[in-house]
């Protein structure tokens, strides 16, 4: 099949750097040995890497965040993020307070369905850490093994059996990995295969049916093909 390379020249190259920056290409380029044509093409695999795992990643990140939603509704009700006896930690709770602030001014409903669907990856991550400071001058830290892991969200992976910290170690490294892509930084560096097996193994902790789904209509291993090829940077 033939390829339809687009094709540079130095006004060209130079028009690409300056638009995109040069403090941005300086990574491409370092990793080209300083082919500046190569690394606009580099450039242009990692964007299409990154446009690969965007489905995948979010298939992930609602079906977590819908299954730690449906068992904290179960024990503290569907607005379990203003249950005091959930005893959310400050982070938590300011970050549910900015979402209801941002909803409302937004002219959404400020409630349960609305809510979930805002709240970042972030915070459904940090639920399965160790819990920081609470609010009030008494700097006590939550404890979320005890009011959020052992009454509610170790039945949101049912069909793994780990501890806790188990659980947010991988989440919390494809939480960074996420907002790598969503800042549209560089990710061609990184074990990429890893990184789209790790999204597999724990969508299915959550459901094996979601996992087989999301990888039947995944492009990540067209994409990751590609960088075999030896054609793999004629974008």
Known sequence: MS??????????????????????????????????????????W?????????????????????????????????????????????????????????????????DPPHVVATLAFGFWVSLLGRGGYMGGVERVRANYDMTVWRPALHRAFPHVRKARADIHRPLDYLRTFRNRIAHHEPIFGRHLAADYASILEVAGWVCPSTRDWIDHHSRVADVLALEKDSDALRF
């Not at 299409?48 to 819908?66: D, H, K």
Request: proline letters at 3%.
């Open 3 to 44: 390829v339809n390379v687009f094709a540079f020249n130095s006004t060209i190259l130079s028009a690409l750097e300056a638009s995109l920056s040069p403090e941005r290409m300086a990574t491409y380029i370092a990793a080209a040995k300083g082919d500046r044509e190569k690394a606009m093409r580099l450039y242009a």
């Open 46 to 110: 990692n964007t299409s890497a990154s446009a690969a795992f965007y489905g995948p990643i979010q298939g992930l990140e609602v079906a977590v965040r819908n299954a730690m939603h449906r068992e904290l509704s179960a024990v503290y009700g569907t607005d379990w993020y203003d249950n005091p006896h959930c005893r959310l930690d400050a982070g938590a709770v300011n970050r549910v307070a900015n979402t209801k602030t941002d909803l409302g001014r937004e002219k959404y409903a400020v």
